[in-house]
């Protein structure tokens, strides 16, 4: 059996080893544009910001492990069409190319920003590792900088461009940063620390243009506010799912501009199945389907699709969106709603809050947490947090997720049996506080 995937990302990566896996005397060819493939583009970031020291570091394996794995690689090679009635991909500089089982990995782009100048030079779109070490080195002499959207890349760039010494604005068009998932108090402590450090934000700010120095370099941006001069843009728009090679196959794709797969993965189309960014998947509370989600959900749903194109059994389930990152010198995250989110959706909730600190009062470098619990009133089942904090953001996160998952209530986590030592925890939960005061709130309302 021959399997084709398209797309060397999370998503193609994790498929092929797992086609690999359940039918090993199969044979797995990848195609992917870029010229390499089982690099760490989540890490790109913070190389820009010197907390990581090199490039290098961000590859997880070399293409001789590729080889040697049986999985075919080819590089900086476009795959330009599919006829799945004949079961061919047409591949740029290669022909036609058949196949018995294809998955489509073929991952986002950022949205195109719309405005003119977008041909100029100077804007960069972090995503491609080998263009990431050109841009790095551009980043040695940039003196003023733009970041276009606080998407959580952007968000990331925000953070890293000071470290470099760069003067760094950020234009979004809403009132807050991350303001489509994150409550305004919990980024609010984020924007804080980005002041500190100098950052200039713009926010009720639409770009309006790229402006053209003359020689076809950009020199800066024109914005509803006004222009602000800069040597560097960074474009940090929404994911788009990028699915025109599908779209034009006849394959199924949803109101998201997403893929539609079933639990296996597959397509609308026998033999042909789908991962990562270029697909939506259902969110488990509010069973509404959600794209362009992040690389650990590309990677597990490459994983799926890859068993079931090599002749095995797995599911993918509903997502619940555990998420975490360093923004400015604090840890933002959550899972599924935070209270913006669940009232544009129209999602009844109450809200518990706490602060609380993640590791003892007298233990060096404790910081201080901000929680918030939301759940559905009638049950009081769990139905989102989110969290500002120092340490421990994740933990709580991927924990919070598995009890939204497994229908826990408030007064399961007002009662919770957790760990404690002074370094690692206090002992004062702050999930059990905002639980508590969540339970406090209702039955001062009669509740
Ligand atoms: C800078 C950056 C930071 C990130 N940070 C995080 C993070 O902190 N946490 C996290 O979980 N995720 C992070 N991500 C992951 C990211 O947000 C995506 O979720 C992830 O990259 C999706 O993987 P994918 O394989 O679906 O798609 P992509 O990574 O977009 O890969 C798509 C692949 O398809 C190939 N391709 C597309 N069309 C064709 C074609 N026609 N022919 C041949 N090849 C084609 C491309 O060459 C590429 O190999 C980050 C990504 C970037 C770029």
Sequence with gaps: MKTVIVGGGAGGIGSAGAVRAADPSGQVVVYTEFEDAAYSPCGIPYVHGKEIPDFERLFLAGK???????????????????????????????????????????????????????????????KNIRRAMEWDKVLDTTKTAVVVEASPLGLEMVTALPHRGIETHLIDPHPWALAEAADPDIVGP????????????????????????????????????????????????????????????????????????????????????????????????????????SGSHAYSQGKVAGTNAGGGRRSYQPVYVPWGMVAGKWMIGGVAFGETLANALGIPHVVGV?????????????????????????????????????????????????????????????NLDFAYSPPIGALGEPIVLAAQNALAGLAGKGG
């Design 354 to 414: 706490a602060e609380g600190v993640s590791r003892n009062r007298y233990y060096p470098d404790n910081k201080t947490l901000r929680i918030k619990l939301l759940a559905d009133p009638g049950s009081l089942r769990l139905i989102g947090a989110q969290m500002v904090g120092g340490q421990g953001i994740k933990e709580r996160s991927d924990f919070l997720a598995m009890a939204v998952k497994s229908g826990a209530t408030l007064t399961d986590l007002a």
């Design 190 to 293: 984020v924007e804080d620390s980005w002041a500190e450090v100098g950052v200039k934000m713009h926010f009720n700010t639409r770009l309006e243009a790229f402006l053209d120095d003359g020689r076809g370099h950009v020199r800066g941006v024109r914005t509803s506010e006004g222009e602000i001069p800069a040597d560097l843009v960074v474009v940090c728009t929404k994911k788009v799912p990028r699915n025109d090679l599908a779209e034009a196959a006849g394959i199924e794709i949803g109101s998201t501009g997403g893929i539609v797969v079933d639990e296996r993965m597959a397509t609308s189309v026998s033999g042909v199945y789908a991962a990562g960014d270029c697909i939506e998947v259902p969110h488990g509370v509010a069973n509404i389907p959600l794209q362009g989600l």
């Design 64 to 126: 001789e492990a590729y080889v040697e794995a049986g999985i075919d690689i080819h590089y900086s090679t476009r795959v330009t069409g599919l006829d799945l009635a004949r079961r061919v991909v047409t591949v740029a500089g290669e022909g036609e190319v058949s196949f018995d089982r294809l998955i489509l990995a073929t991952g986002f782009d950022y949205a195109d920003p719309g405005v003119p100048g977008s041909h100029l030079e100077g804007l960069y779109y972090v």
